[in-house]
T-cell receptor
Framework: GAGVSQSPRYKVAKRGQDVALRCDPI?????LFWYQQALGQGPEFLTY????????KSGLPSDRFFAERPEGSVSTLKIQRTQQEDSAVYLC?????????????FGPGTRLTVT | DQQVKQNSPSLSVQEGRISILNCDYT??????FLWYKKYPAEGPTFLISISSIKDKNEDGRFTVFLNKSAKHLSLHIVPSQPGDSAVYFC??????????FGTGTRLQVFP
């Protein structure tokens, strides 16, 4: 079956621009996660949804970052007024149910470059 | 503060030999540990996991060992194959849904 998909795969934004990154989780997966991976680092947690409810947003680095999942399926991560330090790969993952003991399936990521 | 550490950025192993990847953690509240494998331009792929109530979990060529007193876990791959060449991430969770990842170890298996 189809895995987690993300679009766009690559995004170049000028500093100050707003960007929107999309994640299509595996159909039927309840939980959805966003991670940020800087060059040479491991993924860092940003936020987590269970269905449409955003249960944890403790990892969002600033109020310029906003995530939504209005119908409990597709999710969008929005970054306003992008800065150079926002350059990273943004990974989306989904899992069948909540709880970390359930495997998280990752998408290929969106590589954001802010110039 | 890096709660999950992978101190070896790279490892090179000959095909057929054992690969041992190490991971240390500082948070004693972690109760579940996972290893992910990542190829270039792809997302991480789940490999194997272990609960804190166990000290070993095996799946085919892959075995994860957990030493809670030392706050250390390791991934053993035997025999190593060229297709195993990738970046391996250790991750942990503390009874929550979010994963805390290490910085990764790049494994290269050469013929």
């Amino acid at each position: 079956g189809a895995g987690v998909s993300q679009s766009p795969r690559y995004k170049v934004a000028k500093r100050g621009q707003d960007v929107a990154l999309r994640c299509d989780p595996i159909s039927g997966h309840v939980s959805l996660f966003w991670y940020q991976q800087a060059l040479g680092q491991g993924p860092e947690f940003l936020t987590y949804f269970q269905n449409e409810a955003q249960l944890d947003k403790s990892g969002l680095p600033s109020d310029r970052f906003f995530a939504e999942r209005p119908e409990g399926s597709v999710s969008t991560l929005k970054i306003q007024r992008t800065q150079q330090e926002d350059s990273a790969v943004y990974l989306c993952a989904s899992s069948l149910v909540g709880g970390s003991t359930y495997e998280q399936y990752f998408g290929p990521g969106t590589r954001l470059t802010v110039t | 503060d890096q709660q999950v550490k992978q101190n070896s950025p790279s490892l090179s192993v000959q095909e057929g030999r054992i690969s041992i990847l190490n991971c240390d953690y500082t948070n004693s509240m972690f109760d579940y540990f996972l290893w992910y494998k990542k190829y270039p331009a792809e997302g991480p792929t789940f490999l194997i996991s272990i609960s804190s109530i166990k000290d070993k979990n095996e799946d085919g060529r892959f075995t994860v060992f957990l030493n809670k007193s030392a706050k250390h876990l390791s991934l053993h791959i035997v025999p190593s194959q060229p297709g195993d060449s990738a970046v391996y991430f250790c991750a942990a969770s503390a009874n929550t849904d979010k994963l805390i990842f290490g910085t990764g170890t790049r494994l290269q298996v050469f013929p």
